[in-house]
C-alpha cells in the first residue's frame, strides 16, 4: 500500500490517498482543539491513543454487526480506511446529561435518561455546526430518509455496544459523537472515529473525567486520563 499526496488536514487528522483509489490512510495527530477551534493545544500522544482505541472500538462495531471505514492499522499514528463520503451530519447519542445538552437546557450533569437520546448538527464549521431535526436535514438533502433511518439505528446499536463494553471497563459512557460516510456502492459505515476527543467517558465509582473534557475545561491531568482510559481498555482486551 503506497501513501500518496495529502487530501486534506483536519483539527486531529490528516489523511491522505493510496494508490487504490477506494483507501484512504487517516495519520492522528496530537493537536487538539475545543469550541469550533477557538481554543488550541497540544495532548502529547493523543494520536497514538485515539489511533489505536478508536480501531480496537470500530473492531468490535464491526464484530457486532455495525460496518465501519476501517481496514487494517499501518502504524501507531497511521490507519487504513475505506474512502467514503461523509454524510455531513455529527451525529450525538447522550446517556446522562453533560455538555452542550446541560447548558442548553438549564439542567445539572450527571442526570442518567431512562433511555438514551439522539440528535443532529449540520457539520459546518463556518455556521458553527448548529442542531437540526430530519425535516431539516431532508431539506438540505444532507441525506435520504432511508439513510438517516439507518444512521439512527448504527447509532443506537454503537451505543449499546459500547456502553456495555466501557462497563467492564469500569467507565461510564455519558455521550459521544459520530460521523457516517456512504461507501463506493452507496452503503452507510461508521467513519471518522471513537476516542476520548469525541466520547465523554467518567470513571465509574468517582465520576473522574477521562476524556477531552479536561483539556475543554481546564481541568489538568490530560494526558494522564488519556493514558488511563487506553490503559482500561487495553487491560479489559488482555483478560
Ligand atoms: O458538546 P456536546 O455536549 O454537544 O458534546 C456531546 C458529545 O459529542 C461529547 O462526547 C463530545 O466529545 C462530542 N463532540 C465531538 N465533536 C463535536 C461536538 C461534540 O466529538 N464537534
Known amino acids: 500500500m503506497q501513501k500518496l499526496e495529502q487530501i486534506y488536514e483536519g483539527k486531529a487528522k490528516k489523511v491522505f490517498k493510496t494508490d487504490d483509489p477506494e483507501l484512504l490512510i487517516v495519520d492522528y495527530k496530537d493537536d487538539a482543539t475545543a469550541f469550533n477551534g477557538l481554543k488550541k493545544g497540544t495532548i502529547l500522544g493523543k494520536?497514538?491513543?485515539?489511533?489505536?482505541?478508536?480501531?480496537?472500538?470500530?473492531?468490535?462495531?464491526?464484530k457486532a454487526g455495525i460496518p465501519t471505514h476501517f481496514v487494517r492499522e499501518?502504524?501507531?499514528r497511521e490507519t487504513?480506511?475505506?474512502?467514503?463520503?461523509?454524510?455531513?451530519?455529527?451525529?450525538?447519542v447522550r446517556n446522562i446529561s453533560a455538555g452542550s445538552f446541560a447548558?442548553?437546557?438549564?439542567?445539572e450533569e450527571g442526570i442518567v435518561f431512562d433511555q438514551p437520546t439522539i440528535e443532529f448538527s449540520y457539520k459546518n464549521d463556518a455556521l458553527g455546526d448548529p442542531l437540526l431535526n430530519t425535516y431539516h436535514a431532508l431539506a438540505l438533502k444532507l441525506a435520504?430518509?432511508?439513510e438517516i433511518e439507518t444512521i439512527k439505528n448504527?447509532?443506537?446499536?454503537?451505543?449499546?455496544?459500547?456502553?456495555?463494553?466501557?462497563?467492564?471497563?469500569?467507565?461510564?459512557?455519558?455521550?459521544?459523537?459520530?460521523?457516517?460516510?456512504k461507501v463506493a456502492d452507496g452503503s452507510i459505515v461508521l467513519a471518522d472515529e471513537i476516542s476520548p476527543?469525541?466520547?465523554?467517558l467518567w470513571d465509574a465509582k468517582t465520576h473522574e473525567k477521562l476524556d477531552k473534557d479536561r483539556f475543554r475545561r481546564d481541568l489538568g491531568g490530560v494526558e494522564d486520563a488519556?493514558?488511563?482510559?487506553?490503559?482500561?481498555?487495553?487491560?479489559h482486551d488482555a483478560q
Open 80 to 92: 487504513l480506511v475505506k474512502r467514503v463520503a461523509i454524510v455531513p451530519l455529527e451525529v450525538i
Open 74 to 76: 499501518l502504524s501507531q
Open 197 to 200: 476527543d469525541t466520547c465523554r
Open 103 to 107: 447548558k442548553r437546557y438549564g439542567v
Open 144 to 146: 435520504t430518509a432511508e
Open 47 to 62: 494520536g497514538v491513543i485515539n489511533n489505536q482505541m478508536s480501531n480496537r472500538l470500530m473492531a468490535k462495531m464491526e
Open 226 to 235: 488519556y493514558a488511563e482510559i487506553m490503559k482500561r481498555l487495553l487491560d
Open 154 to 181: 448504527y447509532a443506537f446499536a454503537v451505543n449499546e455496544v459500547l456502553k456495555a463494553f466501557w462497563a467492564e471497563c469500569g467507565v461510564t459512557l455519558v455521550d459521544f459523537k459520530l460521523e457516517f460516510g
